[in-house]
Nanobody, 122 residues
């Protein structure tokens, strides 16, 4: 089994910053992808930032966060970070981490974390 644990959410004023962490652990042979998604009340879950492992190792961002958010990873810790700067009230949402992994001899499998609340006050 694989566990995905998010941390770092909270309440911040507009213009402030937060750093989210997503740690994957368990029966992981390799990681294919790690991504942050968010879901605001009454809206669909949307991609915020994602990192594709292997090959070009590309990182992609939602247009709404480009220039404000930055994703990074620590391969030794199977952890992805999301640095969020210049936060806006419209960034308020539950942020979820998604990890796609291969386990020894099988996969890929997709796992989600439990989510962490980010609230930006105006």
């Amino acid at each position: 089994q694989v566990q995905v644990v998010e941390s770092g959410g909270g309440l911040v004023q507009a213009g402030g910053s937060l750093r989210l962490s997503c740690a994957a652990s368990g029966s992981i042979f390799s990681i294919n992808y790690m991504g942050w998604y968010r879901q605001a009340p009454g809206k669909q879950r949307e991609l915020v930032a994602g990192i594709t492992y292997g090959g070009s190792g590309s990182t992609n961002y939602a247009d709404s966060v480009k220039g404000r958010f930055s994703a990074s990873r620590d391969d030794a810790k199977n952890t992805m970070y999301l640095q969020m700067n210049s936060l806006k009230p419209e960034d308020t949402a539950v942020y979820y981490c998604n990890v796609i992994v291969r386990r020894t001899g099988s996969g890929p499998y997709s796992y989600w974390g439990q989510g962490t609340q980010v609230t930006v006050s105006s």
